[in-house]
């Protein structure tokens, strides 16, 4: 059974830094295009940031230069470095495996 687990959601200030991580099970971890994606509320699912199985990347326009994703093979984990946070980034995160299997989201709230 594959499983996607996000962790490390929270409040932060604007400015502040958070690291998001997803460990996966029960799937090729290496094969998969690894996905962070996030869903404000009222607002549709959009894209953040995406690595493949050779760790290229890409980015939503909106977060390049404050957003970082990483893979780690060994533990099958995937994760999203976010710096340099704004309001706007206030969403629920969600992991995802080709778009095809996705975690439970963990809420990121970025408030003074």
């Known amino acids: 059974q594959v499983r996607l687990v996000e962790s490390g959601g929270g409040l932060v200030q604007p400015g502040g830094s958070l690291r998001l991580s997803c460990a996966t099970s029960?799937?090729?971890?290496?094969?998969?295009?690894m996905g962070w994606y996030r869903q404000a509320p009222g607002m549709q699912r959009e894209v953040v940031a995406l690595?493949?199985?050779?760790?290229?990347?890409n980015y939503a326009d909106s977060v390049k230069g404050r957003f970082t994703i990483s893979r780690d093979y060994g533990k099958r984990t995937v994760y999203l470095e976010m710096n340099s946070l704004k309001p706007a980034d206030t969403a629920v995160y969600y992991c995802?495996?080709?778009?095809?299997?996705w975690g439970q989201g963990t809420q990121v709230t970025v408030s003074s």
């Open positions: 029960g799937l090729n971890f290496g094969i998969w295009v």
């Open positions: 690595i493949d199985g050779g760790g290229l990347t």
């Open positions: 995802s495996a080709g778009s095809h299997h």
